[in-house]
């Protein structure tokens, strides 16, 4: 093999560091070509340089002198060379833009090609069902769980913001609690004592990301991969997801109007060490657990030594009667982890949600979250405490309950009023969404699919079963819909389906 040659002096130019390997099979001239660009990108060769005479380069890297001029014949045509006739070549004042920006990024659904694939468990989290969850498009009627974006206290929301901001102490630049911020963590035991009956310390609550982080947390720290837990069927995905991503094995158990049945629990997955339970409105049903069944489910986390998970995702909204006591609140903690969330109070984006957990683990859930991302944003955290110190965020959620309930009840008489002999609506007393009971025999997935065609965005209610088979029905979020969104999308439902 040649060795690479270097040219010794610039020849009346710069100084060049550029090599040519005649064992390479590129052409010399485009070896040439490549060095001079890397050399113009990397600012190793200012605008306004001037080259080398082509005879002296070619003299230095031992090459023909066409081979140099041929290179600098095609720099000039890229751009990167001046073009006088007679005069010394230099480099251009503004090289081409396309070469100095930064690579395209590699497309996000590029094909893989060699390399290592997913791990068993990465593949099952890839296949796992469901929709990715990104909702950046305007809602459309009657998607769900999507929140009154027209009723948020934005003015508020701004001015703690730039209060927080502009009275950032400096070590809250720096790494935080994992367990959270600490005004935050005593605000929510707080307004969990009074809104929810929960007795507990600040230093029980620990601040995670929305309830998804904490069903992945409690699965990590009370089970192993492999256990069995309690899911209701119907129930939520992305709960299921979480919980498969885990390791562990499903029991999808019935519910029926009381909420899930732990008899069958029993006799389906004795063995289970956790339960997932949504019992003050269960999803979708809207429905709450019944206090027999309460009462079984307890029980069965004491004689199984198990935990029990209670989602009150919506606490915030049950429009008429006065929710049923917590689990939490009837057991004192001892089986019961108790997981609220902001995200159907303030807004999902934001994250923000609570665990409150008994006071021995609090140790290892502050590791598990530190080992996970170490710990909520700090900006958010601070605007929330004030939010609920100061009074803003109960004051939001009466006006919400309000406004709900009026949606709520302007979506349920306009379908009576047009479809009321065809089909049964059930406003649900502490939902977001309403449920639209369909004739025996329909299938609520093809009704479905005509309401999305017709302009309406609705899910069948057999969407949130894995393995229980339900009545046709179809589930109709209003939260998010003003009252002209409501009556129009009423009415294109009741043409796809009338
Ligand atoms: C049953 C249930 N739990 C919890 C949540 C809230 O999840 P997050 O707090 O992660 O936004 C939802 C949202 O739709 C839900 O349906």
Redesign the pocket.
């Known amino acids: 093999m040649t060795a690479p040659r270097r040219p010794r002096r610039g020849g009346g130019g710069v100084l060049l560091e550029l090599t040519v390997d005649h064992e390479n099979p590129e052409p010399l001239h485009l070896q040439i070509c490549d060095q001079i660009r890397q050399a113009v990108a990397a600012g190793r060769l200012d605008a306004g340089a001037r080259l080398p005479a082509t005879r002296t380069l070619a003299e230095q890297l031992g090459v023909a002198r066409s081979t140099v001029i041929h290179a600098f014949t095609l720099l000039r045509e890229e751009g990167y060379l001046s073009a006088r006739m007679g005069a010394p070549t230099r480099i251009v004042n503004q090289p081409p833009d396309a070469f100095l920006a930064p690579p395209p990024a590699a497309p996000v659904h590029a094909p893989r090609v060699g390399g290592p694939g997913l791990s068993v468990r990465g593949r099952m989290i890839h296949a796992e069902g469901g929709r990715l969850m990104v909702t950046e498009r305007p809602a459309r009627p009657f998607r769900?769980?999507t929140p009154a974006v027209d009723q948020f206290p934005m003015a508020v929301w701004e001015r703690l913001c730039s209060r927080v901001v502009r009275t950032m102490p400096a070590p809250m630049m720096s790494y935080g609690d994992p367990a959270g911020l600490r005004p935050l963590r005593e605000a929510v035991a707080a307004y969990v004592a009074v809104s929810r009956g929960i007795g507990c310390s600040a230093d029980q609550v620990m601040i995670?990301?929305?309830?998804?982080?904490?069903f992945t947390l409690v699965a990590d720290l009370t089970t192993d991969p492999g256990d069995q837990v309690w899911v209701e069927d119907p129930?939520?995905y992305?709960?299921r997801g979480a919980l498969r991503a885990a390791g562990l094995g499903l029991a999808h158990l019935p519910v029926d109007r009381e909420g899930l049945d732990p008899v069958a629990g029993r006799r389906l997955a004795p063995d289970a060490r956790l339960a997932v339970v949504?019992p003050s409105s269960q999803?979708?049903l809207g429905l709450q657990m019944s206090e027999r069944r309460r009462e079984e489910l307890l029980a069965w986390a004491r004689d199984a030594g198990a935990w029990i998970l209670e989602?009150d995702?919506?606490a915030e909204f049950r429009y008429g009667s006065r929710p049923a006591p917590t689990l939490y609140a009837a057991d004192q903690g001892r089986h019961v982890l108790y997981?609220g969330?902001?995200?159907?109070s303030l807004f999902?984006s934001m994250?923000l949600?609570y665990l409150v957990v008994p006071p021995d683990l609090v140790d290892a859930f502050s590791r598990a979250r530190q080992y996970a991302d170490f710990h909520p944003p700090f900006l958010e955290q601070a605007v929330m405490a004030l939010m609920l110190s100061e009074g803003y965020f109960e004051r939001h959620v009466r006006k919400l309950r309000a406004v709900y309930r009026e949606r709520r009840n302007l979506l349920a008489d306009r379908l009576r009023s047009r479809l009321g002999g065809l089909v049964r609506v059930e406003p649900l007393e502490a939902a977001r969404h309403l449920l639209v009971w369909l004739p025996p025999g329909w299938s609520d997935v093809d009704t479905a699919a005509r309401c999305t065609a017709a302009g309406v965005e609705v899910l069948p209610l057999s969407a949130f079963t894995v393995r229980a088979t339900v009545p046709p029905a179809l589930v109709l979020g209003y939260s998010g819909l003003r009252d002209i969104e409501i009556i129009e999308g009423a009415d294109l439902l009741t043409m796809a389906i009338g």
């Open positions: 769900i769980a995670t990301a929305g309830t998804q982080q904490a129930g939520y992305a709960m949504t999803m979708p989602d995702y919506s997981a969330t902001f995200s159907k999902p994250r949600g």
